[in-house]
């Protein structure tokens, strides 16, 4: 049978493009994210100053022209009227001479103008939209009549003088009205020619350096946070990651203390059930009866323990009782147990298998190597607010036995409490009354709401 394959699809220019764009952003972002905003300003203003050096060599400083259209390509349909510095407004007809009328009479010397007329507008070029239209000239302002009154009984070279000063003041008023009107003339003019504008190739140059710099600044801020919030999250699931490993670490390492406590345990167990079959029939039951019990009450658990981080503590004293009884068989008169736990607290979340470390810990170093034996006491009690279990046992005293172990167990539990409860859970050990120990771990009190189910084996 032929099979075919279909070929690798083949990463478009465009999407290739979008790839390499958006790579290159996070490495400039990332770039800008790890230097301070000092070292940023400072290479902002070295780039400003190299855009404005190369803003002015060549081809950036090359020039091109650009013609726009005239503002106005037709005569508006009233000429505007322009006003006077006087604040006077009416038309003049510019068809007379320039000069002034000078009359003396006997109320005074009195000087009037005559119309100025206004200077011919500038022809525009051929490329204009109207050639053949002109623009609109605006009305000169009227200047006002000059009357100077002479005191009584002035000579004629007091009126020639006054008659000079008015001359003198009547031409510099047409000097400047001959002025606005050539101003008003070339602005109508220029209405309506094309407006020739010149760039340079550089010129954009600044302003998107500034934009440029502006974004850059943008860019810094925002992803800055970015940068922060993943590295704050990637470190939160290093830690979480760090300490199920430390849990599974601690586990294990009890599991293999228990797979090695427990076989030796059962193999004296039924060892001592084989004497006694032959010796004492009846405790022989005893003991076998306690061992079926344990062994339906710490298999589950055992399975639990790495299923689940607690259980509750009715079920670690149901493995404990049966344990109890049997090493009671064992030991005969040297060993005396009291578990005072009330019903209510049997429902309290506990740590699986930390009791039963305790409760052998006692026994193989505390109670077995004292000749008359002693009494182990298992107690559970509600300390402001957290449930103290304590273990105290009237043997040697801690590490006094020959058989002290290393305490590897006891550092076990209070790795395991430090995974499950943090600083709020402790392992204290103390010295009892009259020699022994006392073993108690404290935990904040949590009930379970609905009790467990017992397995059958």
Do not use: C
């Amino acid at each position: 049978m032929n099979t075919s394959s279909n070929p690798a699809k083949i990463p478009s220019a465009w999407s290739r493009f979008s790839e390499t764009s958006v790579a290159t952003f996070h490495r400039y972002a990332a770039w800008l994210v790890s230097i301070t905003w000092g070292r940023f300003f400072v290479l902002s203003l070295v780039l400003i100053i190299a855009m404005g050096i190369i803003h002015d060599l060549p081809p950036l400083s090359w020039t091109y022209t650009e013609v726009l259209p005239p503002k106005q390509t037709h005569k508006p349909d009233q000429p505007p009227s322009k006003q006077s510095e006087s604040g006077n407004q009416k038309n003049l007809k510019f068809d007379g001479k320039d000069g002034v009328d000078i009359s003396i009479d006997e109320r005074g010397v009195s000087i009037k103008t005559r119309p100025i007329a206004p200077p011919a507008a500038p022809a525009l070029p051929a490329s204009a939209a109207n050639p053949a239209e002109s623009a609109p000239l605006p009305d000169l302002p009227a200047l006002p009549a000059v009357t100077i009154k002479l005191p009584p009984g002035a000579d004629a070279q007091t009126v020639r003088e006054a008659v000079e000063e008015a001359k003198r003041e009547i031409q510099s008023v047409i000097e400047d009205v001959r002025q606005e009107a050539r101003d008003a003339a070339e602005e109508a003019a220029d209405a309506f020619r094309p407006r020739i504008v010149t760039h340079k190739f550089g010129e954009p140059l600044m302003p998107l350096t500034m934009w440029f710099i502006f974004l850059s600044a943008i860019v810094k801020v925002t992803y800055k946070g970015k940068v922060q919030a993943e590295a704050k999250a990637a470190q939160a699931t290093e830690v979480a990651e760090s300490e199920s490993l430390k849990r599974q670490v601690v586990e294990a390492r009890m599991a293999a203390m228990q797979a090695q406590v427990e076989p030796h345990f059962l193999f004296n167990t039924l060892a001592s059930i084989d004497h006694l079959i032959e010796t004492d029939p009846p405790r022989a039951s005893i003991m076998q009866k306690n061992l079926i019990a344990l062994l339906r009450a710490s298999m589950p658990t055992m399975r639990e323990a790495n299923a689940q981080a607690t259980r509750d503590l009715g079920k670690e004293l149901a493995m404990i009782r049966p344990y109890l009884e049997i090493l009671k068989v064992r030991m005969e008169e040297r060993l005396q147990t009291d578990v005072q736990v009330s019903d209510g607290l049997l429902s309290a979340e506990f740590p699986p298998m930390m009791l039963q470390s305790l409760v052998e810990n006692a026994i193989k170093h505390g109670l077995e190597p004292k000749a008359e034996g002693g009494t182990l006491t298992v107690s559970a009690e509600i300390v402001h607010g957290k449930l103290a279990v304590t273990v105290a046992d009237t043997g040697l005293g801690f590490g006094k036995a020959d058989t002290a172990g290393t305490g590897i167990g006891l550092s076990n539990i209070r790795e395991r409490l430090a995974l499950l409860y943090g600083g709020k859970a402790s392992l204290t050990v103390a010295e009892t009354k009259g020699g022994g120990t006392s073993v108690t771990i404290t935990i904040p009190y949590v009930a379970r709401t609905a009790p467990e189910q017992s397995e059958t084996i």
